[in-house]
């Protein structure tokens, strides 16, 4: 049984910073895509960003780039999304997500999602 559980969201001011974590379990983690979605009150799922199963490709959505990081640690079967410089629009819900291929990092392409931990940025 799969499960990715994510932890490190709160609430923080704009301009600041916050570190999520997602752990994997019940799936051979280094062949996997990794990557984060976030979804708003009201608003459509989107992506966020992806990591190969080796760390040596990333991509980032245009409202992320420069100021998120995503990284992870295989030997600890975990992602990180490091997020700096915050904006209230960033607010969301965070989720995890899991795909074997590179393509079609759509909220229908995902294999496996986290159950979401909340982000939120005030002014």
């Known amino acids: 049984q799969v499960q990715l559980v994510e932890s490190g969201g709160g609430l923080v001011q704009a301009g600041g910073s916050l570190r999520l974590s997602c752990a994997a379990s019940?799936?051979?983690?280094?062949?996997?895509?990794m990557g984060w979605f976030r979804q708003a009150p009201g608003k459509e799922r989107e992506f966020v960003t992806l990591?190969?199963?080796?760390?040596?490709?990333?991509s980032y959505a245009d409202s992320v780039k420069g100021r998120f990081t995503v990284s992870r640690d295989n030997a600890k079967n975990t992602v990180y999304l490091q997020m700096n410089s915050l904006k209230p629009e960033d607010t969301a819900l965070y989720y995890c997500?899991?795909?074997?291929?590179?393509?079609?990092?759509?909220?229908?392409?995902?294999?496996?999602w986290g159950q979401g931990t909340q982000v939120t940025v005030s002014s």
């Open positions: 997500a899991a795909r074997r291929s590179p393509t079609n990092w759509t909220p229908r392409g995902v294999d496996y």
């Open positions: 019940g799936l051979t983690f280094g062949t996997y895509f």
């Open positions: 990591i190969s199963g080796g760390g040596g490709i990333t």
